[in-house]
Structure formats: C-alpha cells, structure tokens
T-cell receptor, first 118, second 114 residues
Framework: AQKITQTQPGMFVQEKEAVTLDCTYD???????LFWYKQPSSGEMIFLIY??????QNATEGRYSLNFQKARKSANLVISASQLGDSAMYFC???????????????FGGGTRLMVKP | NAGVTQTPKFQVLKTGQSMTLQCAQDMNHEYMSWYRQDPGMGLRLIHY???????DQGEVPNGYNVSRSTTEDFPLRLLSAAPSQTSVYFC?????????????FGEGSRLTVL
C-alpha cells in the first residue's frame, strides 16, 4: 500500500481563490510528522508547513493551513488567496522512524501540480 | 544564514566515472541525509547519518557511499556512475533523528550520467 497518496495529479485554481490539495497517509506509528513542500520549476524544495502527530491544533503558516484529520489519516493543504507565484508542484510527505529506530525517513507522495490562472 | 549548502549544482558524468557530491550545514544539526528525486516523482532516501562517525543505508543505497567525519559535512560518493543514477540529489538536515521537527533541504544537485 502507498504510504502517502496524493490523488490530484494536476489542479487549476483562479487567482485569489482558495484551493485544497489532498493527502492521505498510512502508518501504524504513533509518532510521525507530516510535511508539505513546494517545488517550483527551478527545482528547489521549499518547506511550507508541518504537523506533528501529537499536535491537536491544525498548523497554519501565513496563507497555508493544514487540515489534519488523524482518524481519517488525512493531511490536506489549504492555500488561501492563491497567487500566480503559487504555481508549482506540491508534495505531501510523512516522516517516520526507520525500523531500526536509528534514523528516520521522509516518504513523499507523487505530488500535485497546481496552476494558478490569472 | 547559509543553511544546507550543496555543490556542485550541476554535473555531467560518463558511465563508469566517480564523483563526490558535497553537503555542508552550519546549523549544528546531528541528523543528515541524502535523497534522490527522479523525474515526476517524490524523493527517496539513499543514506543517512545520526551524527559524526555514524552512517546507515536508506531505501536506495546501491552504488553510493557516504561518510560523516564532522558534524557539518556529509559527502555522497558515486563509485562508478551509471545512467540509472541520473537524478536530482538533495541533502537534508535536522536537529535530531526523531520524525518530528522541520527537515532543511539544500538546493539540489542535478546529475546527468551519459
């Protein structure tokens, strides 16, 4: 089974509107971290937002918020007031301890390409 | 703040050549790792280190070596480059090995093996 599933390969949104990017995850660990990264065409990986498995409040960072529903194992990213510069690839990722407990691994979903229309 | 610095940003190799991708961080992070990203895909873990002198294999370690002689540096060596190693490589660091907390990425190194 996929650890991280992003079901929307591509999405369009009108400038200034809000958009939700879906992410579901699969883990049996109690302690894990959920991340969203933005990757523009230039290639760098830009951190957007983080949610810890024990955090009860949904994370927010400026125009980004993470809709964390632990029982449903979903961690959707909401971008409010979309801007043209938001056009990019967006990756959901989960960080878990490795089986040996010595390290951790970030597992990425397949990504969603967001295109903001003027 | 420099953060995580990777060099070189671009490299072209011929099959069979060897090279080293450099990674340095100035945040005194104990945990460092290397990922590769193939076209249209997310990142996969190659090797990681939980501190100086300690390294271990990740999901896709074959064809790569690492060492961690200092806290700051974590070089990735390609022993005998193959076209299948054409990819973008990212170095990442974090304060600890625990799965919570932010992971800081370098800007990536684009490698092409002919």
């Amino acid at each position: 089974a996929q650890k991280i599933t992003q079901t929307q390969p591509g999405m369009f949104v009108q400038e200034k509107e809000a958009v939700t990017l879906d992410c579901t995850y699969d883990t049996s660990d109690q302690s894990y971290g959920l991340f969203w990264y933005k990757q523009p065409s230039s290639g760098e990986m830009i951190f957007l937002i983080y949610q810890g498995s024990y955090d009860e409040q949904n994370a927010t960072e400026g125009r980004y918020s993470l809709n964390f529903q632990k029982a449903r194992k979903s961690a959707n990213l909401v971008i409010s007031a979309s801007q043209l510069g938001d056009s990019a690839m967006y990756f959901c990722a989960m960080r878990e301890l490795l089986v040996n407990n010595a390290g951790n691994m970030l597992t990425f979903g397949g990504g969603t390409r967001l295109m903001v229309k003027p | 703040n420099a953060g995580v610095t990777q060099t070189p940003k671009f490299q072209v190799l011929k099959t069979g050549q060897s090279m080293t991708l450099q990674c340095a961080q100035d945040m005194n992070h104990e945990y460092m790792s290397w990922y590769r990203q193939d076209p249209g895909m997310g990142l996969r873990l190659i090797h990681y280190s939980v501190g100086a002198g300690i390294t271990d294999q990740g999901e896709v370690p074959n064809g790569y070596n690492v060492s961690r002689s200092t806290t700051e540096d974590f070089p990735l060596r390609l022993l005998s480059a193959a076209p299948s190693q054409t990819s973008v490589y990212f170095c990442a660091s974090s304060y600890s090995r625990l799965p919570t907390g932010e992971l800081f990425f370098g800007e990536g190194s684009r490698l092409t093996v002919l």
